[in-house]
């Protein structure tokens, strides 16, 4: 079995909106996720995150059930409208929660990694138009100075934004994301936003002292044209544009790409938002690089997406319960592209990998064995990165339980613990027992099902 570094970090990941439930307690007031949910038609079959998993009430368990698997690691990502329930006002029965979770993480030798903003924006930040309006990032850097405050010496990692691409064209642009608007002007405004506040949390975090590492996850979706030809080369080149270079080149090179900066303007219009010295203040230094990865995508000259004037195309290979490709060469292409082009010998993090499958629990047990195969093939391309003197420095899977999937409510199962929604409980799958495993070994085998009964 190939090993992975001594020191190599193994976690898992979550976030506040699809696991913690408890909307409305210890003074939560609504984010856009809760508005969206309620707005009817934005998410499968008016599914919202009110109960969820009700981790807010259950995280002794989850956290015992996170031991007990070996995990190093959790990453969660703590609710903006819990901690500034009003715009400027801070709820200290907000911060309750999380030191109790942070308690019972060092309780169990679990390092917390806290993701500061994982898309749950306060519905009075939306209102005055948010991450549309620059004062937004203001906001945001409050929330993340009385974060820093709070827990900047309990907290050892911290990443400002997962995945500002969602949060932006999702939200903003194609609308099946809160706050649901497709307006691309607008979209591009909240990346910069996005951006922009980062750069300003990052700042702020160095200059309060603090020790720890913080970092930007950013979401990736490696693009392959669909064919040779010069106009199918040139879409693939404008959806890695719009996919994965327009938040890691102003974050490396401090510039928006100049091909994407043209297209869009012709699209949409110019950039009156970027202001002198935004683009300095992006680039600030940070500790790691968290990357998510799930698929890749084929592309070509067309018409399905507007904007960008692309065409999808299947790439042939299996998909999961998404419809997303399982692709791993695609993830080491991509780690090597990272170290190459933007971020050098800087840390990089796994912050998200894995995949939905339709499980079924049958005797408390569910034989997912898809799930293991996705992770498996990625983790040894994860470990042949390594091998290759990658600076990958851990892998967090997504999910911990299965939770609340965004526009797809609770209808696709990530978790490596199965959710029983009736009655709150948890079973870990076969995968969970294999990761555990993986963890025990510090490095991947191939377990087959019969190694569980
Ligand atoms: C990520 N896409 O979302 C998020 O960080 C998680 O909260 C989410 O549950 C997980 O991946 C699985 O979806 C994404 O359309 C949502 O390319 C959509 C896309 C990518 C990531």
């Known amino acids: 079995m190939k090993k992975f570094p001594n020191d190599f970090l193994w976690g898992v990941a979550t976030a506040?909106?699809?696991?913690?439930?408890?909307?409305?307690?210890?003074?939560r007031t609504?984010?856009?996720?809760?508005?969206?949910?309620?707005?009817?038609?934005?998410?499968?079959?008016?599914?919202?995150?009110?109960?969820?998993?009700?981790?807010?009430?259950?995280y002794p368990e989850d956290v015992q059930l996170m031991k007990e698997l070996g995990?190093?690691?959790?990453?969660?990502?703590?609710?903006?409208?819990?901690?500034?329930?009003?715009?400027?006002?801070?709820?200290?029965?907000g911060f309750t929660f999380y030191r109790r979770l942070i308690t019972e993480l060092k309780e169990q030798g679990i390092q917390p990694a806290a993701t500061i903003y994982h898309w749950d924006l306060p519905s009075w930040a939306q209102a005055e138009g948010g991450w549309t309006n620059r004062e937004t990032v203001g906001h945001f850097l409050q929330y993340a100075q009385a974060l820093f405050q709070e827990f900047g010496d309990e907290i050892p990692v911290w990443i400002t934004h997962n995945e500002p691409w969602c949060a932006a064209f999702?939200?903003?642009?194609?609308?099946?994301?809160?706050?649901?608007?497709?307006?691309?002007?607008?979209a591009l405004a909240a990346s910069h936003h996005l951006l922009l506040s980062h750069g300003l949390a990052v700042q702020a975090y160095r200059d309060m002292g603090l020790q720890g590492q913080i970092g930007i996850t950013l979401n990736f979706t490696p693009t392959d044209?669909?064919?040779?030809?010069?106009?199918?080369?040139?879409?693939?080149?404008?959806?890695?544009?719009?996919?994965?270079?327009?938040?890691?080149?102003?974050?490396f090179k401090g510039v928006y790409p100049a091909d994407m900066v043209a297209w869009f303007e012709g699209q949409v219009g110019s950039f009156d938002f970027l202001q002198p010295g935004d683009l300095a203040t992006i680039a600030v230094p940070i500790d790691f690089l968290g990357v998510n990865y799930y698929s890749r995508n084929v592309s070509k000259q067309g018409t399905e997406h507007e904007l960008l004037q692309v065409d999808f195309q299947e790439g042939g290979g299996p998909v999961t319960d998404m419809g997303w490709e399982v692709h791993p060469q695609s993830l080491l292409q991509l780690?090597?592209?990272?170290?190459?082009?933007?971020?050098?010998?800087?840390?990089?993090?796994?912050?998200?990998?894995?995949?939905?499958?339709?499980?079924?629990?049958?005797?408390?047990?569910?034989?997912?064995?898809?799930?293991?195969?996705?992770?498996q093939q990625h983790l040894e391309v994860c470990q042949q990165?390594?091998?290759?003197?990658?600076?990958?420095?851990?892998?967090?899977?997504?999910?911990?339980?299965?939770?609340?999937?965004?526009?797809?409510?609770?209808?696709?199962?990530?978790?490596?613990?199965?959710?029983?929604?009736?009655?709150?409980?948890?079973?870990?799958?076969?995968?969970?027992?294999?990761?555990?495993?993986?963890?025990?070994?510090?490095?991947?085998?191939?377990?087959?099902?019969?190694?569980?009964?």
């Not at 010069?230 to 996919?243: C, K, M, Q, S, T």
Request: proline residues 5%; charged residues 25%; aromatic residues 16%.
């Open 385 to 453: 990165f390594v091998a290759e003197g990658g600076n990958l420095q851990g892998y967090y899977v997504w999910s911990f339980l299965d939770n609340f999937e965004w526009a797809f409510g609770y209808s696709k199962r990530f978790g490596i613990v199965y959710v029983d929604y009736e009655t709150q409980e948890r079973f870990p799958k076969d995968s969970a027992r294999w990761f555990a495993e993986t963890i025990g070994n510090n490095g991947v085998k191939v377990i087959k099902r019969e190694d569980f009964t």
């Open 225 to 251: 044209a669909a064919t040779s030809s010069p106009e199918d080369v040139a879409a693939a080149a404008r959806w890695d544009g719009y996919a994965n270079r327009w938040f890691v080149e102003p974050l």
């Open 335 to 375: 780690l090597r592209r990272l170290e190459a082009e933007y971020v050098g010998r800087l840390p990089l993090y796994i912050t998200e990998n894995g995949a939905a499958y339709p499980d079924s629990l049958t005797d408390g047990a569910v034989h997912d064995e898809d799930r293991i195969s996705y992770l």
């Open 30 to 58: 609504s984010s856009i996720w809760d508005d969206f949910a309620r707005t009817p038609g934005r998410v499968y079959e008016g599914h919202t995150g009110d109960v969820a998993c009700d981790h807010y009430h259950r």
């Open 71 to 93: 995990v190093q690691a959790y990453r969660f990502s703590i609710s903006w409208p819990r901690i500034f329930p009003e715009k400027g006002v801070i709820n200290p029965e």
């Open 16 to 27: 506040s909106y699809q696991i913690e439930g408890a909307a409305h307690e210890d003074g």
């Open 170 to 186: 999702l939200g903003y642009g194609e609308g099946v994301h809160a706050p649901g608007h497709r307006n691309w002007r607008e």
